[in-house]
């Protein structure tokens, strides 16, 4: 169950070529990602998780589904998925997470949203 | 419920915009219950590494050739409006969890926690991170098993010492119904921790 530790076959390490955190902090696990240019290709040295990634993102996810389906740790997907931004192949669409918190449009919104399901 | 199948699994392209709200709690107490009660998707799952959050990256590059230990963590979605999905993400309460989801509390609506009465100290950590904390609206739900005693909201209230302005609500984690109402308690507290002079 969640919560329980087990081992994992992935090394961060490794895939993320030795960088333990995204270079910069603009990808969070509910950062909404799409692809840019569906033409755009990557560089042959890039990882088969970079291109799954991308793959992933074809349409419309959140970084922590893509991580998911994926089975990728979530920190492993966002070092990949902010150099995807960076590079270009990667469309950062919701706003970037913030310590704030969400405004009283966006809280009114939700609420809103929830109230229709009930 | 949607199916996990890729064809269901994207967000409509309209969606401009994520929040996220916690849910929390001691092990067991039903948070993967609830998040699988009101997600559109079947609930997933992802990990963190612990090593990760917890030493420096210095000391990362000694791990080569082992393996890492982590933490699972489950979520799901509801697309609330054409522009907004809300996601909630299920973490374990307990102090050790903390440093790990530090950074997951960020930018989110607040925390709902959930408890079981059978065991009520198993949230009293959680509590008392979230007070110091301080930064993070909260509700708590009272998740009921058949066979919990049914305690009255101020005494329970009492027994978590909680404080007067944090709301505390009754719920049942395998209803969605019962789990949007949760919900919307702790949406209408965020707002008026928003709203208010504090
Ligand atoms: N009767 C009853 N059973 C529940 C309720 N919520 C959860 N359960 C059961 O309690 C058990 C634990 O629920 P989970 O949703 O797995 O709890 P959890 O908080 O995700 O647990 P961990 O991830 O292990 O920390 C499951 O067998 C659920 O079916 C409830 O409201 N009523
Ligand atoms: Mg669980």
């Not at chain 2, 969606?15 to 107490?29: N, R, T």
């Not at chain 2, 030493?55 to 050739?65: Q, R």
Request: include cysteine; charge should be negative.
């Amino acid at each position: 169950m969640s919560g329980e530790y087990h081992d994992s076959a992935v090394r961060p390490y490794v895939l993320t070529q030795g960088r333990a955190r995204p270079t910069r902090n603009t990808v969070g696990l509910d950062t909404l990602l799409v692809v840019a240019d569906a033409g755009k290709p990557l560089p042959p040295s890039a990882t088969r998780q970079a291109r799954d990634l991308l793959r992933m993102f074809g349409r419309l996810l959140s970084l922590a589904e893509a991580a998911a389906h994926l089975r990728l740790p979530l920190s492993v997907a966002g070092i990949l998925a902010s150099d995807l931004v960076d590079s270009g192949h990667l469309i950062a669409r919701s706003r970037i997470p913030e310590a704030g918190r969400p405004d009283l449009t966006t809280l009114q919104e939700v609420l809103n949203g929830l109230r229709r399901l009930s | 419920m949607g199916s996990a199948g890729s064809a269901d699994r994207y967000l409509p392209d309209t969606v401009q915009q994520a929040v996220k709200i916690l849910v929390v709690g001691d092990f067991g107490v039903g948070k993967t219950t609830m998040i699988g009660a009101v997600s559109e998707i079947e609930p997933l799952r992802t990990e963190e590494t612990m090593t990760q959050a917890s030493v420096g990256v210095d000391d990362l590059a000694g791990l080569d050739g082992k393996t890492t230990t982590t933490v699972a963590m489950d979520f799901g979605r509801i697309t609330l409006s054409p522009y907004t999905a809300l996601y909630l993400f299920g973490t374990p309460g307990q102090r050790r969890f903390w440093d790990l989801w530090a950074g997951l509390g960020e930018g989110a609506v607040g925390a709902l926690v959930l408890v079981d009465t059978r065991r009520i100290e198993g949230s009293f950590e959680v509590l008392d991170q979230l007070e110091l904390r301080g930064d993070l609206p909260f509700a708590v739900a009272v998740n009921h098993f058949p066979d919990s005693t049914r305690h009255s909201p101020q005494a329970l209230r009492e027994a978590l010492d909680l404080e007067p302005g944090t709301p505390i609500v009754n719920c049942d984690a395998r209803s969605r119904s019962s789990s949007v109402d949760a919900l919307i308690a702790l949406v209408k507290h965020a707002l008026a921790t928003q709203k208010g002079p504090s």
